[in-house]
């Protein structure tokens, strides 16, 4: 089922013509079948003698009245929209339809829990799917309110955006259908929401399992709190402390933004096979289930789950209470709650380094995305949802955020937020623009931000700052001539040419106190807005070991650290006293790395040798991540079986002389499980696997951790098929089913990989779910030591030319989501000729989707950055020689 479009112009046109009053609509959900029935009747008003549309993906359509006149189904049905034409100046529109129940995650998805056999719905609209469950006007713009009724089997609960209603006979709904009623059904009748986009309603449908609390809002009303999850997953439910995060949140952004909660109540439901982290539906936000934790957490997911929820939080007021006219400003919908969502985290929470993992993780990703041949303005140019669908990325999200930290750095943090109050007041349930916010900030800041807003949101790119330093002999020593911070844009082929940003950042000098460790010994402030300016404060100043550019991660920037600070700082990491000045410098040397400036083996020894002095959980994931991605694709094919293998070892070593039983120790061991290459480390996975219960260097081998063990052999071709059959029996839920579909993608045989391939193209209903277990175990060992794929079985020729001959089908018989995980993570490993496939491809496909083309762009350039790595790699004379 092929996704719709929707052009800015059509959407403007209609927002011009039609202005809606409210949606009356029923559902019948029984969770039976293909399709469910729904009943829709539409207010508005509208140009008189005008004709527009309404969108609808429909399976059928039995029935459109406009005005009391039925109209001819076969003259306005279209794929995704339904003609009215001839509109009074006051309209009603009554629509009967059936639509498809969908495992896409997308729309109404219908998930059955192989523990119970019962039935989980939840819709999912962002950005355009609401369609898919009933008629609308599917624009943010069109603003309305919302009155659902659901028929559904009397033993499920029913959530949706309005307080929860006592279920009630549902016999007079089915005579107003003209339904024989269905037996043991209730029927859920919602009070009209407040005027809401309709890409923010939600229903939620199931016997899901919840519990309740309260709190008080700042305006003295009560706002019940509910947290829901399926029936086999309720006893890891952690309900106080996601109760505990929640009311942190209420309480700070409530203080901060001057506005009270907006909502009637505040429901979280942690839904199964959910494609993203969670969506801000108003007063029912959906969650990804995986942060219901049935085996040990690392921290780091410990406090993303904690940012997930005050994201999400955040976006009740800057989202939902206030909403974008269009969808080329997504970003100050997500930027301003990933923003937020970090500074509640570090000022309300346990997680006070928040900032440390937003510069590791999140700028991380921005400076990734803003890399690649599709980077954009953070107000990036959407003419429609083929635009914006594929828009959810870094730059939306961490660099947005990066660059609101630095407004509320530019205007003042109260000026900032008083601004944000008079917005909030101003705007409350209807729709805005960014000049609406700026306005609001100039006027409580006094600052002109239209040159701020051109260069940081409406131009896209990256700039490069780098520090040079002179010294010069005295009696006290050798001290610091002249220190001179240049800047110059960072060019990408076929982009604009970024200009010269304005940046306050900070120079930091670090030395040795004697005692071995290396502290701050100056932190010279500075702002910058040309190509260099002269820190005049630290000349005469002793010369320190280590110069940290951008020290403090106050900008949004690529940085360089002179030669001999990049050294030092290498080799003495583990000597600085604190976390963030570890990553930053950890993020400088991988940049390096992938920009082919720096061979990959002086990342990994650098990581591997001070490896025990990162203890900050999230830091410590993301050096682990780009560990996986430095040994596995940066380094050519033949040396990665033994770097593997010496990284396994090293692990080992560590974990026999760190804390047993820490998240540093459980990140570890799930490092050596993935590592692990040579007879005797597999050996050792095979013994721990072996063991009924227990633990390892204080780990318990929990369900998950074995699953991870079991992939791990499965991908060495060290387990067989009835330990994988066994591992499911002995965890038979719906997460079980998805690590052995990994499993036994994972193993590198012909067999296997033609099996999990062919699955994937061929199987048009398969789950999202599924689809995604498949596409990771089938990534795994699909290249040889030679850069050769493994062979494919019959039919298939070679998977690589497989993949390019039929990814376009894929845009057009696939949903977005999975069309967008097939291209992603089918793409064959980076090889010469996947970079001159991928080059072909383009060229005969110029009018091929867009975001089709935007992932392949991005695919081609991921491919050509790690050839570069592995061509510097080989020709580097640097062995791995990290200190044991």
Same mark, same amino acid.
Not at 77 to 83: E, Q
Not at 98 to 120: A, K, Q, S, W
Not at 836 to 843: I, N, V, Y
């Given at each position: 089922?092929p ?6 112009e059509?959407a ?5 013509l ?7 609509i029923?559902l019948v959900l029984d969770?039976r079948?293909?399709?469910f029935?729904?009943?829709s009747r539409?207010?508005?008003t509208a ?6 549309f ?6 059928s ?9 039925d109209l001819?189904i076969?003259e ?11 509109l009074?100046a006051e309209n009603?529109?009554v629509?009967d ?8 995650g ?5 998930f059955v829990?192989?523990?119970?056999d ?10 355009p799917d ?7 006007f599917?624009?943010p713009d069109l603003?309305a ?8 089997p ?10 929860t209603?006592?279920p009630?006979d549902?016999?007079e709904v089915?005579?107003?259908l003209g339904?024989?009623?269905i ?13 809401i986009?309709?890409?923010i309603?939600a229903?939620?449908?199931?016997p ?7 709190l008080v809002?700042s305006d003295?009303s009560?706002v ?6 399926r029936a086999?997953l309720?006893?890891?439910l952690d309900a ?14 409530e ?6 909660y907006?909502f009637e109540?505040?429901d979280?439901l942690?839904v199964?096979?959910f ?7 108003a007063?029912?936000?959906?969650i990804l289930?995986?942060?219901?934790f049935r ?9 993303r ?5 005050l ?6 007021w800057f989202?939902?209470?206030?909403t974008?006219?269009w969808w080329?400003d997504?970003w100050?919908n997500?930027?301003f709650?990933e923003?937020?969502?970090t500074l509640?985290?570090a ?7 928040a900032?440390?993992t ?7 990703w921005?400076?990734?995305q803003?890399?690649?041949p599709?980077t954009?303005?953070?107000v990036?140019p959407i003419?429609?949802l ?7 990325d870094?730059i939306t999200?961490?660099k947005?955020a ?7 750095a ?7 937020f008083?601004g ?5 007041h101003?705007?409350a349930w209807s729709?805005?623009?960014?000049a609406?916010l700026l ?5 409580t800041s006094?600052?002109d ?5 051109r260069l940081?949101?409406?131009e896209?790119g ?7 330093v002179d ?8 001290v ?7 800047q110059e844009?960072w060019?990408?082929?076929? +982009?604009?040419?970024?200009s010269?940003r304005?940046h ?5 000098f670090?030395?040795?106190d004697?005692?071995g460790?290396?502290?701050?010994t ?9 190509a260099e ?11 320190p070991d ?12 690529k940085?360089?650290f002179?030669p001999?600070?990049?050294r030092v700082?290498?080799?003495r990491l583990?000597?600085?006293?604190d976390?963030?000045t570890?990553?930053?410098i950890?993020?400088t040397?991988?940049?390096g790395?992938r920009d082919g400036?720096?061979p990959?083996?002086?990342y990994?020894d ?6 025990a002095?990162?203890t900050h959980s999230s830091?410590?994931l993301?050096q682990?991540?780009q ?8 380094l ?5 079986a033994?770097?593997h293998a010496?990284v396994a070892d ?8 760190i804390a047993?039983?820490t998240?540093?120790?459980?990140q570890?061991?799930q490092?050596?499980v993935?590592?692990?290459?040579t007879e005797? +480390?597999i050996?050792?996975l095979?013994s721990w696997?072996d ?6 260097f204080?780990i318990?081998?929990?369900?998950d ?5 079991l992939?791990?052999l499965?991908g060495?071709?060290a ?7 066994s591992?499911v ?9 998805? +690590?052995?579909a990994t ?6 045989t012909?067999?296997?990989k033609?099996?999990a391939?062919t ?5 048009i ?5 599924e689809?995604?277990?498949l596409?990771?175990g089938f990534?795994?060992?699909?290249q040889?030591p030679d850069?050769?794929?493994?062979a494919?079985?019959q039919?298939?020729?070679?998977f690589a030319?497989?993949?390019?001959q ?7 018989t ?9 291209t +992603?993570?089918?793409?064959p490993?980076a090889?010469e000729r ?6 072909q491809w383009?060229a005969d496909?110029?009018?091929a989707?867009k975001g089709?083309?935007?992932l392949?762009r ?6 050509q950055?790690a050839?570069?790595a592995?061509?510097?790699s080989?020709?580097s004379?640097?062995a791995?020689?990290f200190?044991?």
């Amino acid at each position: 089922m092929p996704h719709h479009n929707l052009t800015r112009e059509e959407a403007q046109t209609r927002a011009s013509l039609v202005d809606v009053s409210s949606y009356e609509i029923v559902l019948v959900l029984d969770g039976r079948g293909e399709h469910f029935r729904v009943r829709s009747r539409t207010r508005f008003t509208a140009a008189e003698g005008s004709t527009s549309f309404i969108d609808a993906i429909t399976a059928s359509v039995e029935r459109i009245q406009l005005n009391g006149l039925d109209l001819e189904i076969a003259e306005v049905v279209s794929p995704a929209r339904i003609t009215l034409p001839g509109l009074a100046a006051e309209n009603e529109l009554v629509i009967d339809a059936h639509f498809h129940y969908m495992n896409t995650g997308e729309g109404l998805h219908r998930f059955v829990d192989p523990i119970d056999d019962e039935t989980y719905l939840y819709t999912q609209f962002e950005v355009p799917d609401a369609r898919r469950v009933f008629p609308v006007f599917e624009q943010p713009d069109l603003k309305a309110s919302f009155s659902f009724t659901v028929v559904a089997p009397d033993h499920w609960t029913v959530v949706s955006n309005s307080p929860t209603p006592t279920p009630a006979d549902p016999s007079e709904v089915f005579a107003d259908l003209g339904e024989k009623p269905i037996p043991d059904t209730s029927v859920w009748q919602f009070a009209p929401t407040t005027p809401i986009s309709s890409y923010i309603t939600a229903i939620v449908a199931g016997p899901y399992r919840s519990v309740h609390s309260e709190l008080v809002s700042s305006d003295g009303s009560p706002v019940p709190l509910g947290l829901y999850c399926r029936a086999s997953l309720f006893e890891h439910l952690d309900a106080e402390n996601l109760f505990a995060i929640t009311r942190a949140g209420f309480e700070f952004f409530e203080r901060e933004f001057g506005t009270a909660y907006p909502f009637e109540k505040y429901d979280q439901l942690f839904v199964p096979e959910f494609n993203a982290g969670a969506m801000e539906n108003a007063g029912a936000v959906t969650i990804l289930e995986n942060y219901i934790f049935r085996s040990r957490p690392t921290e780091a997911l410990v406090e993303r789950r904690a940012v997930t929820v005050l994201h999400e939080l955040a976006h009740m007021w800057f989202g939902d209470l206030v909403t974008m006219r269009w969808w080329n400003d997504l970003w100050l919908n997500e930027s301003f709650a990933e923003f937020m969502s970090t500074l509640a985290t570090a000022e309300a929470t346990r997680f006070a380094e928040a900032w440390t993992t937003f510069a590791t993780i999140e700028k991380s990703w921005a400076y990734r995305q803003d890399q690649l041949p599709s980077t954009h303005p953070i107000v990036a140019p959407i003419e429609d949802l083929a635009d914006v669908e594929v828009n959810f990325d870094g730059i939306t999200y961490a660099k947005g955020a990066s660059v609101l930290k630095q407004l509320v750095a530019w205007v003042g943090r109260a000026e900032f937020f008083a601004g944000l109050t008079t917005y909030f007041h101003r705007h409350a349930w209807s729709n805005t623009e960014l000049a609406d916010l700026l306005d609001e900030l100039e006027a409580t800041s006094g600052r002109d931000l239209g040159t701020w807003s051109r260069l940081w949101l409406e131009e896209s790119g990256i700039n490069l700052i780098t520090a040079e330093v002179d010294t010069e002999s005295t009696d006290a020593g050798e001290v610091v001539s002249a220190l001179r911070v240049t800047q110059e844009p960072w060019i990408l082929e076929d +982009q604009p040419v970024p200009s010269l940003r304005p940046h306050r950042l900070a120079i930091g000098f670090y030395s040795d106190d004697g005692s071995g460790r290396l502290v701050r010994t100056h932190s010279f402030p500075l702002d910058i807005d040309s190509a260099e300016a002269t820190v005049a404060e630290a000349r005469g100043v002793a010369k320190p070991d280590v110069i940290v550019v951008n020290d403090a991660d106050l900008t949004y920037a690529k940085v360089r650290f002179d030669p001999e600070s990049m050294r030092v700082a290498g080799e003495r990491l583990g000597d600085f006293e604190d976390s963030l000045t570890q990553l930053l410098i950890l993020n400088t040397l991988w940049d390096g790395v992938r920009d082919g400036d720096r061979p990959v083996q002086e990342y990994i020894d650098v990581v591997l040798t001070h490896l025990a002095a990162i203890t900050h959980s999230s830091g410590l994931l993301m050096q682990m991540r780009q560990l996986d991605t430095a040994v596995g694709a940066y380094l050519p094919p033949a040396d990665r079986a033994r770097a593997h293998a010496d990284v396994a070892d090293r692990l080992l070593d560590l974990l026999g002389t760190i804390a047993s039983g820490t998240d540093q120790a459980f990140q570890f061991v799930q490092g050596f499980v993935r590592h692990a290459r040579t007879e005797e +480390q597999i050996s050792r996975l095979q013994s721990w696997l072996d063991l009924e219960e227990g633990e390892v260097f204080g780990i318990a081998l929990d369900t998950d951790l074995r699953w991870q063990i079991l992939i791990a052999l499965a991908g060495r071709d060290a387990c067989t098929e009835e330990a994988i059959t066994s591992a499911v029996e002995a965890d038979p839920s719906a997460t079980g089913q998805r +690590q052995a579909a990994t499993a036994r993608s994972a193993r590198p045989t012909t067999e296997a990989k033609t099996w999990a391939f062919t699955r994937m193209i061929d199987d048009i209903d398969l789950p999202n779910s599924e689809l995604g277990a498949l596409a990771i175990g089938f990534a795994r060992g699909l290249q040889l030591p030679d850069g050769e794929l493994i062979a494919a079985g019959q039919p298939l020729h070679d998977f690589a030319s497989e993949y390019f001959q039929r990814v376009s089908g894929w845009w057009e018989t696939r949903t977005l989501e999975m069309a967008q995980t097939m291209t +992603q993570r089918l793409f064959p490993p980076a090889s010469e000729r996947t970079v001159d496939q991928a080059r072909q491809w383009l060229a005969d496909h110029p009018a091929a989707p867009k975001g089709l083309v935007r992932l392949m762009r991005e695919n081609l350039a991921d491919a050509q950055r790690a050839l570069r790595a592995q061509e510097v790699s080989r020709h580097s004379e640097r062995a791995l020689t990290f200190s044991r």
